[in-house]
């Protein structure tokens, strides 16, 4: 059985359940994949901070369940994270226990200062230096401003999870193609269609170019 | 979603009656059969106003026939606890259990505390299901109303947040019609539980569980995973997740599980058993919060006589939210392996990562009209006095910059503490509350301040929804348990109905008002009420959202601007009122503060409380109707 | 702060005659408080002219400051498409306003208001011209009132002469008396 882990870390308003949500009904009607995973919902939403869990079992053909070696929890053993997406930099440094060097990070570069530094005078670490630990933990990090992206193209900030959803399918490591993902956004979002499909290409383009050069 | 397979559930079980209060993580049981209620026939749904009227309701319909569930959170069963004791020794029905989900929440993310509601099973003497995963919810709920029909006893189902927020699959099943109406046979005996009925209903009760321990094997709720070791665990709910997963990370296949479904009562047969037949010599027993599986087991190991190392509450810590990673620690510890130098790197670098930054606490949202309350009580009373926190959003103004929070005990202890403190004290007494929790507890000890005449003063922050727990209706909002409009219920009637003398409304997006009106209420004697109604801004901005998308934008809109010249970097916007939509940036060397316009919802108390009149607003479109939604 | 105060309908009218799609722009500040400009007045406006001259009104504007030039640059950026489309801009603010909605916009603005002074508010509608902006106060030496704003009359013509006149600069008369100061009464 082939486990994919994939998180999400970013702070609430900034779409990680529904991102988190998306991931989930793409699998949901391949027969050869299972997904678990969790949300965090209630107060960590009001500006704190949310975490997306999205686990993918696959079963290869022919392959017997062994319940003692499937996956039971929605929470990512240490170290076992595939993908890791911080949608914003400080949030990155919160969850690096399920990081190591198999962790595929895609970091959200926008900013989003909590009210710790704005008003409590808190420094808001140097982004060299945040870059500097993730590296630590994985040599595998592309960074892109998912946040800049969708204002540039779109005006607003709204299709940044669909950007980097496009991202994390570029990196090759979930069970989910990029038509199943198109056709998913297709039946899940019910405004700016073209936009929002627009948007994955963009995120699997940055992806792809970054790795390659 | 977990809560979204015991929505199915319920319908399939042919629930007839539903109550609930919200409360995280059960909240979207109770907006899911809100939102369905129409389309099932002979179902009744209600948003009761607290957890006691939910589970009394509830109880109601169980005892003539209909199958009820009652859903909160946990510490809405403290609540719902006072009708439970007595209720439970009167039994349900044969056709209408009655089944309570109480949904924990360990780590306390979301609530004032990570009480244990399992010990209630005790003084209840209640059985408790907890599941350990989604698709189990599902089951379980079903089963539930099995054991609470076929044993004439209320059932709780015990899903924790992982379980309830934990996405799974299920099989869907038959619908099973709900039942129209029931009719209510009187039988003193069973009902009037005073003096000798009391104690012949409890005995009554007592016997029910002692039946049901011994039947327990046949409702395969409990089952082992087979292994050879002498070691064995008993877990159960989300920690028989995380055991197998720990064991597969540490290479173990052997060891024996019993999984408990079941955890009140236990079967002393099947424990009996799960240890002779494994020839245990080592019991670990993996479970969260307080020790209630390993004392229960204590019990049953000690009546049979049976001796085993026994580990469980040395190991794994009663307090905060058992992570996989705590599970495997533990297990390798006990299980005297070794953790690996690659598990001990990412741990540690884990750790340094933490430190490293700053803490991001929940604050109100952009445009929260609380923000506007806070901050208008900040500028009035200069922090002097007393401030009685309460639950719910508004609980936030206990963050930087406002701190105007002095305690958070449970709902409607804001006033409820804060008028014994002004009967004994000469300070300035606040207290501030949110109208769901007015509703729901606050009322009885606004009442209780106004008659015993306590010199203090009710901040009540009607923002017209149960805001923290996703936007659910309550009566100040206009919209009914089941998405009707409905006539609001006003709350200064009710505090003046009370006997409140001094009694004001102000928009708290009307900041300098606000903060006139609350200096005028602090020379005042009494009892004094400030009602700051503005509706919630999460709720508005989606309307307009909504609208905007409609009428291709075109409708009425407001901007906030900083001017940067006019701006003279008092930072009054940025640290004073901390909007979260409020921001700085470097520009050539300057300080620039600016709106993040993706982020503003055009609440315009930034600009109100500009001392620079460096806020610009910018309106078009109002000569524009706004369409009807 | 400018006190304003609007022209007759019929006026307004008179001068929309040639123009048909209209952009309306009001004034949060001075305009608003003087009732001749703010959000009521600029809906009603839009209503009256779309429904008794069957105008259309393509779009409608509250602009902080449109004396600020930074501000209606800024402004007008929410309203560009519709400013492609107008044959006019009926401005309801003062003519500072006014003149700068016409340099910034380079479209033609027709005023709806008339400017008359500073003025200082006892209440809504009761404003007093305390000050003319003589640049020179001597507010400290007439014990804090102001003589300059108060202008001389000349008895035999009737003429408005300067608060430090002797003679009447019409008629040569030297028979002048203490005018008052402009004043607007509700």
């Known amino acids: 059985m082939k486990k994919v882990n994939v998180m999400i870390v970013g702070v609430g308003g900034q779409g990680s359940i529904t991102m988190g949500e998306l991931l989930k009904q793409v699998v949901l009607n391949n027969k050869d994949v299972i997904v678990t995973g969790t949300e965090t919902r209630g107060a960590a939403q009001r500006e704190g901070i949310v975490n997306s869990t999205i686990r993918y079992s696959i079963i290869e053909p022919g392959e017997e369940y062994d319940e003692r070696k499937a996956v039971h929890s929605v929470m990512i053993p240490a170290g076992e994270a595939d993908i890791y997406i911080a949608l914003e930099p400080v949030e990155s440094m919160r969850s690096l226990n399920v990081v190591s060097e198999k962790t595929s990070i895609i970091l959200n570069s926008y900013v989003i200062k909590p009210m710790a530094c704005v008003v409590d005078g808190m420094a808001y670490p140097e982004l060299q230096n945040i870059l500097n630990m993730l590296k630590e933990c994985s040599p595998d990090i592309v960074v892109m401003n998912g946040n800049e992206m969708s204002r540039d193209a779109f005006g607003d900030f709204q299709k940044m999870n669909i950007i980097l959803i496009g991202a994390a399918l570029a990196t090759g490591k979930m069970p989910i193609s990029y038509e199943d993902m198109e056709k998913t956004i297709r039946n899940n979002i019910k405004y700016d269609l073209e936009d929002n499909l627009k948007a994955l290409k963009m995120g699997f383009d940055a992806y792809s170019k970054a790795k390659s050069s | 979603m977990g809560n979204e397979a015991m929505t199915r559930a319920a319908i399939e079980a042919g629930v007839g009656y539903s109550s609930t209060y919200p409360g995280t993580p059960a909240s979207e049981i109770g907006d899911a059969l809100s939102l369905l209620a129409k389309d099932i026939p002979n179902f009744y749904f209600e948003y009761s106003i607290n957890e006691a009227a939910a589970i009394e309701g509830a109880a109601g319909a169980s005892w003539i026939g209909i199958r009820s569930l009652c859903t909160m959170k946990h510490v809405g069963l403290n609540v719902a606890s006072d009708a439970l004791h007595t209720l439970a020794q009167s039994g349900t029905s044969k056709t209408g259990g009655l089944v309570i989900i109480c949904a924990s929440d360990p780590g306390s993310w979301s609530s004032s505390s990570e009480q244990d509601d399992r010990w209630f099973a005790y003084h209840v003497n209640m059985p408790i299901l907890e599941p350990s995963n989604a698709a189990e919810a599902y089951q379980f709920l079903l089963k539930s109303y099995e054991v609470s029909e076929s044993y004439d006893v209320p059932v709780l189902l015990y899903p924790s947040s992982r379980v309830c927020h934990s996405v799974g699959t299920i099989q869907l099943g038959e619908i099973k019609p709900a039942r129209e109406k029931g009719e209510f046979k009187a039988a003193v005996s069973r009902f009037v539980n005073a003096q000798i009925v009391s104690i012949q209903n409890k005995k009554n009760l007592l016997g029910k569980i002692k039946k049901l321990r011994k039947k327990l094997d046949a409702l395969q709720l409990n089952r082992v995973v087979e292994g050879t070791s002498t070691t064995g665990i008993i877990t159960s709910g989300t920690s028989f997740g995380y055991t197998m997963e720990a064991l597969d990370l540490l290479k173990v296949y052997d060891i024996p599980i019993l999984k408990l479904g079941m955890i009140f009562p236990l079967s002393p047969t099947e424990i009996e058993n799960f240890v002779k037949n494994h020839n245990l010599t080592k019991l670990i027993i993996v479970e969260e919060l307080l020790g209630f599986l390993e004392n229960g087991l204590k019990e049953v190991l000690y009546d049979a006589g049976i001796q085993v190392e026994l580990h469980g509450k040395d190991t794994f810590s009663a307090a905060g939210e058992l992570t996989i990673d705590d599970i495997r620690e533990g297990l390798a510890n006990l299980l005297g392996i070794e953790l690996g130098d690659a598990y001990k790197t990412i741990m540690k670098k884990a750790q340094k990562g933490r430190s490293q930054v700053p803490s991001r606490e929940p604050t109100f949202c952009p445009g929260c009209p609380h923000r506007g309350t806070f901050y208008a009580m900040r500028k009035a009373t200069n922090r002097v006095g007393v401030f009685g926190g309460d639950i719910g959003c508004n609980t936030l103004g206990l963050r930087s910059p406002f701190a105007l929070v002095d305690w958070v005990v449970c709902m409607g202890a804001g006033v409820g503490i804060a008028q014994g403190i002004s009967h004994k004290s000469n300070q300035p007494v606040f207290a501030f509350i949110g109208d769901g929790t007015f509703f729901h507890a606050g009322m009885t000890n606004t009442l209780n301040a106004i008659y015993n005449n306590a010199n203090m003063m009710l901040i009540i922050m009607e923002n017209h929804w149960v805001g923290m727990t996703g936007h659910q209706p309550t009566p100040s909002t206009g919209i009914s348990s089941i998405g009707d409009p409905v006539i609001p219920v006003q709350i200064k009637d009710i505090v003046k109905a009370f006997g409140a003398k001094w009694v004001r409304t102000v928009d708290p997006y009307r900041t300098r008002q606000l903060i006139e009106t609350i200096k005028d209420g602090m020379k005042q004697p009494g009892f004094r009420v400030i009602i700051s109604d503005q509706e919630c801004s999460v709720q508005s901005d989606r309307r307009f959202k909504r609208l905007f998308r409609k009428t291709g934008g075109k409708i009425p809109q407001t901007f906030y601007y900083i001017d940067p010249e006019r701006c003279q970097r008092c930072k009054e916007c940025l640290q004073k009122l901390a909007c979260p939509a409020i921001m700085l940036k470097e520009e050539n060397g300057e300080e620039v503060i600016y709106i993040e316009e993706p982020r503003c919802t055009h609440c315009g108390v930034c600009q109100e409380i500009c001392p620079n009149a460096g806020i610009v607003e910018t309106k078009i479109n109002i000569h524009l109707e706004q369409a009807q939604e | ?186």
Do not use: H
């Open chain 3, 1 to 186: 702060m400018i006190i304003t105060q609007s022209k007759p309908f019929e006026e307004i009218k008179k001068d929309l005659t040639n123009f048909k799609k209209l952009i309306i722009i009001g004034c949060s500040d001075c305009s608003s408080i003087c009732q001749t400009g703010g959000s009521e007045q600029v809906k009603e406006m839009a209503e009256k002219l779309k429904t008794e001259e069957g105008k259309e009104i393509i779009a409608t504007l509250m602009c902080q400051n449109p004396c600020d030039a930074r501000i209606v640059k800024r402004d007008i950026k929410f309203i560009e498409e519709e400013l492609g489309q107008a044959d006019a801009i009926l401005s309801m603010a003062c003519g500072l306003g006014a003149q700068d909605l016409a340099k910034i916009t380079e479209k033609t603005v027709v005023p709806a208001n008339n400017t008359r002074f500073m003025g200082q508010t006892e209440r809504l509608g009761v404003y007093t011209e305390l000050c003319c902006g003589c640049d020179d106060c001597v507010l400290f030496e007439n014990d804090g009132k102001c003589p300059v704003a108060v202008p001389k009359i000349c008895n035999e013509c009737g003429r408005v002469l300067a608060w430090d006149a002797k003679f009447c600069d019409q008629c040569k008369s030297d028979n002048l008396k203490t005018g008052e100061v402009q004043k607007i009464e509700a």
